[in-house]
């Protein structure tokens, strides 16, 4: 008889939980440290040792900008999901179901409707988790109705990017959502009426060079990479070391890109003294201290 797997191991298993679940800790891609998820979660995705802001998700997000973490979510145009019927290692269709169930929500974008500071705001924000946060047709058609809805109800418009850039799976029509988007934003600053963007990591490709970079304001998080071009590709073309924190949110204030460079948790407050400044309104001063959900 072996003591050790015989009698030892059965005891350890009956004392031990038998799943545990793979997401209890979280590794800080600037650091390398190990978090742990539900106390990272509490300190709003922020590494407590060395500060980096990790991506958010949608939801908390809207939770956290919105007056009480209440807000509601616009239910968006449902489009052709595969126009070009693209397949490359596996079909686009499959890969959007896999998203989908993955993070709940239909494409990349969401668009939500709610107040903050007192002043009744349009947000539409992109997903990175769902396929880069890339921009194809209904992210494009989101963009196109949160800026209806905000010039219908003369309400000022956000806009929250985190994408990789087009979605290559739908080809030029992709690549049409950059002038669409434009022209979306475009109509609601010809009524008179602020476009916010706040720029995330990572805000690259097509959606920097479309509405992203067309705000009144452009606030970012900190530390968070902007660009069109990955810096390799840029070095490989130009064939010169780029500068220290090139594409940084830093970096594109002093070069005057980025109006305002913030940590997430004073985003809010930062956010409501923008808006209350284009709007010529003071804000409800009990919005302000209002704990994020």
């Not at 974008?109 to 396929?131: P, S, Y």
């Not at 997430?264 to 201290?289: C, F, G, W, Y």
């Amino acid at each position: 008889m072996n003591w050790l797997s015989d009698f030892v191991r059965p005891k350890i298993k009956k004392i031990t939980t038998k799943e545990i679940a793979d997401n209890l800790w979280t590794k800080c891609p600037e650091c390398g440290k190990m978090l742990y998820t539900k106390e990272l979660e509490k300190n709003e995705y922020i590494c407590a040792s060395c500060d980096h802001h990790l991506r958010m998700p949608i939801l908390k997000r809207f939770a956290m900008l919105f007056d009480n973490g209440e807000y509601k979510l616009i239910t968006l145009p449902k489009l052709v999901e595969d126009p070009l019927n693209f397949k490359d290692s596996k079909k686009y269709t499959d890969r959007l179901r896999s998203y989908r169930k993955a993070t709940g929500a239909d494409d990349a974008i969401r668009v939500a409707q709610g107040e903050i500071g007192g002043i009744t705001c349009v947000i539409a924000a992109l997903d990175f988790n769902f396929m880069g946060g890339s921009m194809g047709t209904a992210v494009g058609e989101g963009i196109v109705k949160a800026a209806e809805i905000a010039t219908r109800g003369n309400y000022p418009l956000i806009t929250i990017a985190a994408s990789g850039g087009a979605r290559m799976q739908e080809g030029i029509l992709s690549l049409m959502q950059m002038a669409r988007t434009s022209a979306a934003v475009n109509m609601v600053k010809e009524k008179g009426l602020p476009f916010i963007s706040i720029l995330t990591d990572p805000t690259t490709g097509g959606v920097s060079a479309s509405f992203a970079m067309l705000g009144d304001i452009h606030i970012a998080e900190k530390g968070c990479v902007i660009g069109f071009a990955g810096a390799r590709v840029i070095e490989q073309t130009i064939r010169e070391k780029l500068p220290e924190g090139f594409q940084r949110a830093e970096y594109l204030k002093e070069h005057g890109m980025v109006d305002i460079v913030v940590r997430r948790p004073e985003m809010r407050d930062t956010l409501v003294r923008v808006i209350s400044i284009l709007l010529h309104q003071k804000p409800q001063v009990n919005t302000l201290a209002i704990e994020n959900k």
